[in-house]
T-cell receptor, first 108, second 115 residues
Framework: RKEVEQDPGPFNVPEGATVAFNCTYS??????FFWYRQDCRKEPKLLMS???SGNEDGRFTAQLNRASQYISLLIRDSKLSDSATYLC?????????FGQGTELSVKP | SAVISQKPSRDICQRGTSLTIQCQVD?????MFWYRQQPGQSLTLIAT?????????ESGFVIDKFPISRPNLTFSTLTVSNMSPEDSSIYLC????????????FGSGTQLSVL
């Protein structure tokens, strides 16, 4: 079983749609969690941290369920510029483990 | 945040040769890391570059194949030695400007193709 698993997609959605990405992790001792965004042929960039109480940043909402070892990212009112690969990242003992990424394509 | 300059941005190399990738940061950082991203795959940590001591390698990566230098707090190099086509990948330098392993910032990557 992979340490961090994501649905690879691709998710093809129209502009304005709401889309949700899921991620599970295997190590219950994982300490902190993040979503990174990676554009085609570019380096990953931090999108947002994920807190136990859930957190929101504009159109983006991240949720964490430690009991189920599950992380989610919700994007509302999708924009064309949201098209990218979204990486679920878990801090395990000081080491960042990356999921394989979920590809999102937002169409006009 | 941190501004990271990584070079070369891409290279095409012959089997059996070596390539050294450079990573320069605009500020002193404690933690520097080297990742690999193979085609269609996610990022895999190769090693942590330690200033003044030997790098700490992850399982599956060895110093003879991926020697790393870290002469100061703003610079590191990764060498891919005795390359084979299986080494074709994107190599990424990353730093954490803070004290933990959170909020990594990445260089733009080096796309390596081995013929």
């Amino acid at each position: 079983r992979k340490e961090v698993e994501q649905d690879p997609g691709p998710f093809n959605v129209p502009e304005g749609a709401t889309v949700a990405f899921n991620c599970t992790y295997s190590n219950s001792a994982s300490q902190s969690f993040f979503w990174y965004r990676q554009d085609c042929r570019k380096e990953p960039k931090l999108l947002m941290s994920v807190y136990s109480s859930g957190n929101e940043d504009g159109r983006f909402t991240a949720q964490l369920n430690r009991a189920s070892q599950y992380i989610s990212l919700l994007i509302r009112d999708s924009k064309l510029s949201d098209s990218a690969t979204y990486l679920c990242v878990v801090n395990q003992g000081g080491k960042l483990i990356f999921g394989q990424g979920t590809e999102l394509s937002v169409k006009p | 945040s941190a501004v990271i300059s990584q070079k070369p941005s891409r290279d095409i190399c012959q089997r059996g040769t070596s390539l050294t990738i450079q990573c320069q940061v605009d500020s002193q950082v404690t933690m520097m890391f080297w990742y690999r991203q193979q085609p269609g795959q996610s990022l895999t940590l190769i090693a942590t570059a330690n200033q003044g001591s030997e790098a700490t390698y992850e399982s599956g990566f060895v110093i003879d194949k991926f020697p790393i230098s870290r002469p100061n707090l703003t610079f590191s190099t990764l060498t891919v030695s005795n390359m084979s086509p299986e080494d074709s990948s994107i190599y990424l330098c990353s730093v954490n400007p803070g004290t933990g392993y959170e909020k990594l910032f990445f260089g733009s990557g080096t796309q390596l193709s081995v013929l």
